[in-house]
Each structure stands twice: as structure tokens, then as C-alpha cells.
């Protein structure tokens, strides 16, 4: 299957289908109303914003919970996901991404639930949103933010997903990859997060030059606006980050290079300090 997916021209389409299919169940499954009613009663949010911006850390780090990716197969094989968020804490990272998708990425609500029970870092919710009982279910599993990717959504969904996202007390990181999507997310007046994905996810070759190409193209709006940037994939070791900390980056999301290490934390110090 994996294979398959590998080939396919359309990665985000052959998502987008399965999504809607598994919002159908979702819908099935869950009442709307009884999300919402749960929703009023759960604790308040970690601030994910001020943490990425207030970190000591430069860049601060997002470090990923991830199994598995549909380019690379299995990453981590001996995985257990509360061992590993709990060790990213001891090495001080800012926040995690928890992969939910459990198709693609062999990721799962229940992790990022058991991941709130242990650590107390802002935890993303690493999902494929396209609906909003997708983000309830987020917020119930312990999200303080949640991702939406640009080019998977028209402008409109994107405009109501932010909202609801926002109103539930979480931020939300939009993610692009190129200018045309970086300039319609900018559309939004309540954007705080943008992700620049140096992956692109129809070829899944990573080129982290789009970074510096979009901050370069909208920098000044992007810091009148106190707009927190994101680079995300493909980053790998210190010189990587100082690269992107000089073309202005506030913060980097990195996945398989920490989960290929067998230590999680000497990975951390390793990719953060430049020592090894
Ligand atoms: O493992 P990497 O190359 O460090 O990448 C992490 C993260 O950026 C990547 O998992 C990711 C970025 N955007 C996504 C959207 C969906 C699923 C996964 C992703």
C-alpha cells in the first residue's frame, strides 16, 4: 500500500478522499452537539504561540511524534509514543507535533491523548483537517493547536476551520509551500502561525530554499503583522537551523531526523547544540 501511495501523482487527493471518508464515520459515530457540550467542560489551552516566541531556544523547537510516513515507510519501528514525548521534554524542546492520521502516518488520537496525560509542553494535533468534528476531537484529545493545509482547503473552509479553531481557545498552524498559498492564508485577519513545508507533498522532494524564497518575498508583512514562522521537514542538523534562523524563521518542526536516533534526547542536544 505503501508503495502505491509512493507512485501516486495525487497524493493529496488520494487524502483528501480518505479523510472524507473517515469524516463520514467520524460523523456516524460521534454526536456534534455532545463534542461541543465536552469541549465546554475541558481545562483551558497551553499558549503554543508564546511558547514557540518566548523559548530561549533560536530557533525554538517543535519536535514530531511520528511512527511513520508514507515516503519513508516505517521511521521508528521500537515506538512508543508517550517514552518519546516525554523524552523530547527532558531535552527541552518547545512544543510537539502528535501525528493522528493513522492511514498514512500510523499515528492516533489516543497518542496525542495519552501524550497530554504525560507531558505538559503545547502539543500540535498533526492531522489532515478538512471538517470541523475533526477539530473538536482534537481539542478533547489535549490540542492546544492544530494544522490546516492551504492547499488542501479552499479559502473559504480555511477562513471557518481558523475560526473554530481559535473560538476553542487553540491556534492554528496553516501550512503552505509556495507564494500563490502564502498570499491567500495572509488573506486571513486572525493568522498568527504560518508553516512554510519545504516538502512538497505531491512529489514529496524537500528543497529547504522555499523557506528563505517565501520569508524573502513576504517579510515585511509577516513581521508587522508579529506573524510566528515555522520552517517544517527536511531539516536534519545545526548548520540546517542556522540557515533558516538567518533567513528569519522563528521556529523549526522536525520529525525524522530526531525519531531515526535511538536516543531521543542526546538527538535533541545533538540537533540543537551542534554537538555530537
Ligand atoms: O520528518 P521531517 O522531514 O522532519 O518533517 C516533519 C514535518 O514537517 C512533516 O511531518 C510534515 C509537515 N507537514 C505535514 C503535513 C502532514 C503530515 C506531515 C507533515
Known sequence: ?????????????????????????????????????????????????????????????????????????????????????????RAGATCLSVLTDTRFFRGSFENLHRIRQAVDLPLLCKEFIIDPIQVYLARLA?????????????????????????????????????????????????LRLIGINNRNLATFTVNLTTTQTLLAS?????????????????LGDRSQLDRVVSWGVDAVLVGEALMKQADIESAVQCLMTGHC
Open 1 to 89: 500500500m505503501l508503495l502505491k501511495l509512493i507512485q501516486s501523482p495525487n497524493f493529496l487527493e488520494d487524502i483528501f478522499s480518505y479523510k472524507q471518508e473517515e469524516v463520514e464515520l467520524l460523523q456516524q459515530h460521534y454526536d456534534l452537539k455532545d463534542l461541543q457540550n465536552r469541549v465546554k467542560k475541558t481545562s483551558p489551552c497551553h499558549n503554543f504561540q508564546q511558547a514557540l516566541q518566548q523559548s530561549e531556544r533560536q530557533p525554538s523547537l517543535i519536535a514530531e511524534v511520528k511512527k511513520a510516513s508514507p515516503s519513508r515507510g516505517v521511521i521508528r519501528s521500537d515506538f512508543d509514543p508517550v517514552a518519546i514525548a516525554q523524552a523530547y521534554q
Open 218 to 234: 513576504r517579510r515585511d508583512i509577516l513581521q508587522d503583522r508579529g506573524i510566528t514562522t515555522i520552517s517544517e521537514s527536511g
Open 142 to 190: 489535549g490540542a492546544d493547536a492544530v494544522l490546516l493545509i492551504a492547499s488542501m482547503l479552499s479559502e473559504e473552509k480555511l477562513g471557518e476551520l481558523l475560526c473554530l479553531i481559535q473560538e476553542l481557545g487553540m491556534e492554528a498552524l496553516v501550512e503552505v509551500h509556495n507564494l500563490a498559498e502564502l498570499d491567500l492564508v495572509l488573506s486571513l485577519p486572525s
